[in-house]
């Protein structure tokens, strides 16, 4: 059986890491309490996630970057007419994809701002306050649901794909490799990988407020104590 190259292998872990967070962030949300430190965590994790993917998108190998999955209109229509034939995201699909990365930055970015009115404040929250970091939540509370849709909605195409059009498109995001005859992935390479790599990791410093000042020391308690009055 002929086959070809389509999925590097960063792109493979971004992916699959990306499943993994979300997952792990709707656990950590509902659960609350003592586990929002981790849903913090791994909002970060998510941001730097999203940062590398963003950099491999324009630096990455061939089916990896933007310019090769992000058509417009005209390409859209032929592939609902069944006259786009090609590898890698259709035009369609990147359409999804746009959204999932977009919306999971929304949530990212706000999360950075975010209070719980408890215990939990995110990284950022000395910068903007407790007003504005009630909005931001208030943002990341409407996102949410948004997320949730979109994963489905990704889910069911993936299934409708695999049932009616007989295509996987699971197996090829695990192994790399696509059945059929096609032009195998070009690029990236390693001096990419360590670019995008350190740009992510920038990011994720700079988002987990560690450059901020310490906070100042809470007031000493009143003393009850001293002389009476008379």
Not at 15 to 29: D, E, Q, R, Y
Request: charged residues 10%; contains cysteine.
């Amino acid at each position: 059986m002929q086959r070809f190259r389509v999925w590097d292998l960063p792109t493979r872990i971004f992916h699959w890491a990306l499943v993994l967070c979300v997952i792990a962030s709707f656990v950590t949300v509902n659960v609350g309490g003592n586990a929002m430190p981790w849903h913090g965590r791994i909002g970060l994790t998510v941001l730097g996630l999203l940062v590398f993917r963003m950099v491999w998108g324009f630096i990455g190998p061939t089916y990896a970057r933007f310019a090769h999955f992000v058509k417009g209109p005209a390409a859209i229509k032929a592939y609902l007419r069944g006259q786009w034939h090609g590898a890698g995201h259709n035009p369609l699909g990147a359409l999804s994809v746009l959204a999932l990365l977009g919306t999971l930055a929304l949530l990212a970015a706000t999360g950075l701002f975010a209070n719980d009115d408890i215990a939990f404040q995110g990284p950022l929250y000395p910068l903007v306050g407790k007003e504005v970091s009630d909005r931001l939540v208030g943002i990341h509370r409407l996102i949410e649901p948004l997320i949730m849709l979109l994963v489905f909605a990704h889910v069911a195409a993936i299934v409708f794909y695999t049932r009616v059009k007989k295509q996987d498109l699971v197996k090829p995001m695990i192994t790399g490799w696509q059945a059929g005859s096609g032009e195998p992935a070009k690029g990236g390479g390693a001096t990419a990988f360590c670019v995008a790599l350190a740009i992510a990791v920038l990011a994720v410093y700079g988002a987990g407020g560690a450059w901020l000042p310490p906070a100042p020391p809470a007031p000493p308690a009143a003393s009850g104590g001293g002389a009476p009055a008379f």
